[in-house]
């Protein structure tokens, strides 16, 4: 192997690591806080609660308004989509003809499958591992500024007090803090414009709550709530649409549309994170799926470790 090559592994390999042993460092303290008697499952809804209402808008927001919109607009953004809807379609379909889901369920089953931790470790493993961030601005746009607010809707839809109607979808869609706080990180970057720093720096502060919020609640989860094998099948069938199906379907597009080499790589690990674990705290927001997205992301997050690093011995010196 020629010497730059050689690095270039290197380089993968050190990068996919650090990002998942950062991720895995915080979700031993939710464990170990749960363990010892200082966090219970009150405490679980709490972090999940303060995730999804105030930490993860004002992160979306400050991620948003700095994001390069330009970025998006490759046939990075093309794989992503294709990839993610396509796999996603495949998990709703057996979600809901074959385990018999109804329609929250079936979709927490289809963001198991096709939504990735694009943000606190795509975010690291872009610029780590593929030397550039702007490679998970497609994805992360593509998720933020389409699937989520999708998925938040039709979740909307099913819960008890929602009213009928494409009016009051469209009401639910404006009322939910995740979509907000997107959409005006979307409309500040697509301007130009940034808040001034009166506003911009507790807002910044507060986003940063929403990972490690996240990760401790899912730390909690993991030694206070039912142990993990239950549904052992329903789990393993959506692990393996995320760590291969999705992988495989963004290499066979990339390559279709001209890609190759490094960019080529790009695309594939992108589509190797894991699931994201803010489906987790959808998950426990909605009451749907709680134990099959917990482990769905247990499993994904420990196996995509190995299936990145042989994507960065396949691609990462190309």
Known sequence: MPPSHARCHHASVLGALQGFSTIAAVISVGFVLAHVGVLGMEARNILADLAFFVASPA???VVLSKAPVSAVLSWGLVVAAGGALLVMAIAAAIAHWRWGM????????????????????????????????????????????VLTPVSMTVLDSQLPFAKPGVMSRVAGLLRNPITVGALIGLVLSVTGRQLPSALLDPITLIGN??????????GVALRLGQRP????????????LKL??????AASLGAALGLRGHELFAVVVMAALPTAQNIFTYSLRY???????????????LASAPVILVAALVFGGA
């Open 59 to 61: 992160l979306l927001l």
């Open 287 to 301: 009451d749907r799926g709680v134990y099959l997205t917990r482990d769905t992301i247990f499993v994904t997050t």
């Open 229 to 240: 094998g239950k549904d052992l099948g329903r789990v393993a069938t959506l692990s393996g």
């Open 102 to 145: 109804g329609l929250g369920e079936t979709v927490l089953a289809a963001l198991c499958s096709g939504y990735v931790n694009s943000g606190n470790l795509g975010l690291p493993i872009a610029l780590y591992v593929l030397g550039d961030i702007t490679y998970a601005a497609p994805v992360l746009l593509l998720q933020l500024l």
């Open 244 to 249: 291969v199906g999705q992988p495989v379907i």
């Open 209 to 218: 709550l929403a990972v490690p919020c996240m990760l401790i609640a899912f």
